[in-house]
């Protein structure tokens, strides 16, 4: 069990913070990511594909966003010691990834600056086969530099 009691957890519930600043979409970047994915889809590379499906520019993957863990995109004040700037408790060697889902509102495109600000949006305890597991939903809201909404990620870290 996390070193904070369930009760204290859940009044951080609706609290949120600044976890993403900067995620500049760079046409090289996006270029990295889908190598490294094995994505072959020519929209990523081409901004002819990219024009043909109505985009106006090179749109990034899908995933993507997850290039805005890296500290380098991180506000200058961000304490990263719990989860996602959220010192929920939780033992690190005992805690681990339970889902992710994104939804998207449209595409983001090389040429844009995203910000991402993480909520912590339910905590709840179950009984599992070695004892209680701690559960931590986080949503992150990635918006562009117009404060247009692009994608919003949920994630379960779970603490067994």
Do not use: C, W
């Amino acid at each position: 069990m996390p070193e904070k009691p369930l009760t204290e957890l859940e009044e951080l519930i609706g609290e949120s913070r600044i976890t993403v600043d900067g995620l500049v979409v760079e046409r090289g970047k996006v270029r990295e990511f889908v190598t490294a994915v094995r994505d072959e889809n020519p929209v990523y590379r081409d901004d002819d594909v990219a024009a043909a499906q109505g985009l106006d520019e090179v749109p990034a993957p899908p995933t993507f966003t997850q290039v805005a863990r890296h500290p380098r995109y991180q506000p200058a004040d961000f304490d990263d010691d719990g989860i996602q700037g959220f010192d929920l408790g939780f033992d690190e060697a005992r805690t681990v990834h339970g889902e992710q889902e994104y939804e998207f509102e449209r595409p983001a495109l090389v040429g844009e600056t995203l910000t991402g600000t993480t909520t912590l949006t339910d905590v709840s305890q179950r009984e599992g086969s070695d004892g209680t597991m701690t559960f931590a939903v986080l949503t992150t809201e990635y918006r562009n530099d117009d404060g247009e909404l692009l994608v919003t990620e949920r994630k379960t870290a779970i603490e067994t």
